[in-house]
């Protein structure tokens, strides 16, 4: 049951987009014990994001959790899965990171049969895997606890033994400078892996993601051949990609 706090919480969240706890206490009058046990069930519905010493709302600090992502912009994310998934020929091989783009197009790929799938995610290996004779690898390591995946130095060994078809990787930001990048090093660095191991390399997002800058850089433009949205992307992104010799491809909803 959400505390009468909550609100008031979120108001001030609203107002400046992250507070400190003790801050937090100050304001509401309350211990910094009641805070936490107040902000506690915010953020595990992923209504705020826990930062050392602070909350924030997702949309400035990054990503919210997955099932609650999985939820944003859905029909664009399966416009996206569905035209992604229309590219692969039965037999084919494709490698895919974790994200919700990339598990809406593994939901999208189960008319497919005979695929080879690597995958460092548990939802996309779980789709996909025992079905229709389909042979999927999953990287292994520390699944985490917010999206069910594998990430660091194991994941990424284990990847780069594979070639594959198709390379399909999500987006945290596409900034207009600096091209794909990430909120986290250990994804971005799983992400530049996969688009290595790709005879085609494809990232598909949603236009979310549009305009933001995320904290790490995954590549430029030039380090993809194709980008998949719903919606036209800012005329500045689309002339990077068109620049950097890549394919944009609008697959409106």
Same mark, same amino acid.
Do not use: W
């Given at each position: 049951?959400?505390?009468?706090?909550? #609100?008031?919480?979120?108001?001030?969240?609203?107002?400046? =987009? &992250?507070?400190?706890?003790?801050?937090?206490?100050?304001?509401?009058?309350?211990?910094? @014990?009641?805070?936490?046990?107040?902000?506690?069930?915010?953020?595990?519905?992923?209504?705020?994001?826990?930062?050392?010493?602070?909350? =924030?709302? +997702?949309?400035?600090? #990054?990503?919210?959790?997955?099932?609650?992502?999985?939820?944003?912009?859905?029909?664009?994310?399966?416009?996206?899965?569905?035209?992604?998934?229309?590219?692969?020929?039965? #037999?084919?091989?494709?490698?895919?990171?974790?994200?919700?783009?990339t598990s809406y197009l593994a939901?999208?790929?189960?008319?497919?049969?005979?695929? &080879?799938?690597?995958?460092?995610?548990?939802?996309?290996?779980?789709?996909?895997?025992?079905?229709?004779?389909?042979?999927?690898?999953?990287?292994? =390591?520390?699944?985490?606890?917010?999206? #069910?995946?594998?990430? /660091?130095?194991?994941?990424?060994? %284990?990847?780069?033994?594979?070639?594959?078809?198709?390379? %399909?990787?999500?987006?945290?930001?596409?900034?207009?400078a600096l091209g794909l990048m990430?909120?986290?090093?250990? @994804?971005? @660095?799983?992400?530049?892996?996969?688009?290595?191991? /790709?005879?085609?390399?494809?990232?598909?997002?949603?236009?979310?993601?549009?305009?933001?800058? /995320?904290?790490?850089?995954?590549?430029?433009? @030039? /380090? %993809?051949?194709?980008?998949? &949205?719903?919606?036209?992307? +800012?005329?500045?992104?689309?002339?990077?990609?068109?620049?950097?010799?890549?394919?944009?491809?609008?697959?409106?909803?």
């Open positions: 049951m959400h505390s009468k706090r909550h #609100g008031e919480i979120m108001r001030l969240l609203q107002a400046e =987009g &992250t507070i400190t706890v003790s801050d937090l206490a100050e304001r509401l009058g309350v211990s910094l @014990e009641t805070v936490r046990r107040d902000v506690k069930p915010l953020a595990d519905e992923g209504a705020v994001i826990k930062m050392h010493g602070a909350i =924030g709302l +997702p949309n400035l600090t #990054g990503e919210a959790p997955f099932e609650r992502r999985m939820r944003e912009n859905a029909e664009a994310k399966r416009a996206i899965g569905r035209h992604a998934a229309g590219t692969i020929r039965d #037999g084919d091989s494709i490698m895919l990171d974790t994200g919700t783009t939901r999208e790929l189960l008319g497919h049969r005979r695929l &080879t799938v690597v995958t460092n995610s548990s939802d996309v290996a779980r789709t996909l895997a025992t079905v229709n004779e389909n042979r999927v690898y999953m990287a292994g =390591g520390e699944l985490r606890t917010d999206n #069910g995946a594998a990430f /660091g130095v194991s994941a990424i060994e %284990f990847v780069s033994r594979f070639n594959v078809t198709h390379a %399909f990787v999500t987006a945290g930001a596409i900034d207009t990430d909120y986290n090093l250990e @994804e971005a @660095e799983f992400a530049r892996m996969v688009l290595a191991r /790709g005879a085609r390399t494809v990232v598909v997002t949603d236009h979310s993601k549009f305009g933001r800058h /995320g904290l790490v850089q995954v590549c430029g433009f @030039e /380090g %993809f051949g194709e980008l998949i &949205t719903e919606r036209q992307p +800012p005329r500045e992104i689309a002339t990077a990609i068109r620049d950097a010799g890549g394919t944009l491809i609008v697959t409106g909803t």
